[in-house]
């Protein structure tokens, strides 16, 4: 059977500020390319935030799948969203940051040369600390985002996402393209259409840098 659209866009929820979740969404219906379905997993979410998003969600039914279940992480939360998706490529949105209106587009028009692909991003910063996120061989030390694997940007066929699971750990987007790596075609792309904004001090890399910067000290 064909499939019903062309791109499933996976984008798991767990208490993001609605206006930072809408601003997600919103680069998502206004792409340049239209063929897709943007589904979201909420992860439990607070009562409030669930509604907002909910009533947020039902207006726009045609492009977007709204799932809840009980908090049990992105990475969880990403494979259930992969097993919902009827579509021929797969990729990710994290709920606090956004696409440029020619992302979509710009990762599909790579598919030709590979299964998967990562892409830099135009990250958004505070201080010039920003650009560097803990290494994850060594956590003390630290490695700028364009060298690393960022979770959020891989772009493939939905069979690497379904051959191989993400995994709740630091660096997990990292392992999943090397064991992408071993079965499928993968490339580093500078596309830069993403938009990264690492001056959220509430993010998963902004405490564990500063963690370790209290270890060291």
């Avoid at 997993?41 to 039914?61: F, I, M, P, T, W």
């Avoid at 991003?121 to 010039?128: A, S």
């Avoid at 956590?139 to 996402?161: M, N, P, Q, W, Y």
């Avoid at 580093?188 to 060291?216: D, F, G, H, Q, W």
């Amino acid at each position: 059977m064909q499939n019903p659209y062309m791109v499933s866009v996976i984008m798991a929820v767990y208490n993001t500020p609605f206006h930072l979740v809408k601003r997600a969404i919103d680069s998502v219906l206004t792409q340049s390319f239209q063929d897709f379905k943007l589904i979201i997993v909420d992860d439990g979410s607070d009562h409030d935030q669930h509604n907002q998003l909910v009533n947020y969600a039902e207006k726009y039914r045609q492009k977007i799948t709204y799932l809840r279940h009980e908090n049990c992480g992105q990475a969880e939360s990403v494979n259930v969203g992969i097993l919902q998706s009827k579509s021929k490529y797969i990729t990710i949105l994290d709920s606090d940051d956004q696409y440029k209106k020619n992302h979509l587009q710009s990762c599909l028009n790579e598919m030709p040369h590979a299964d998967l692909i990562a892409s830099t991003t135009k990250t958004i910063v505070d201080n010039e600390e920003d650009y560097y996120v803990p290494d994850k061989y060594d956590r003390t030390k630290s490695v700028h985002v364009d060298d690393c694997i960022l979770f959020a940007t891989l772009f493939g066929k939905k069979e690497v996402f379904t051959t191989l699971k993400f995994y709740d750990a630091y660096a997990a987007d990292a392992h999943f393209y090397e064991r992408a790596a071993e079965q499928f075609k993968v490339k580093k792309v500078n596309l830069r259409t993403y938009i990264y904004y690492r001056n959220n001090p509430n993010s998963i890399c902004a405490k564990m840098k500063s963690e370790n910067l209290v270890l060291v000290a």
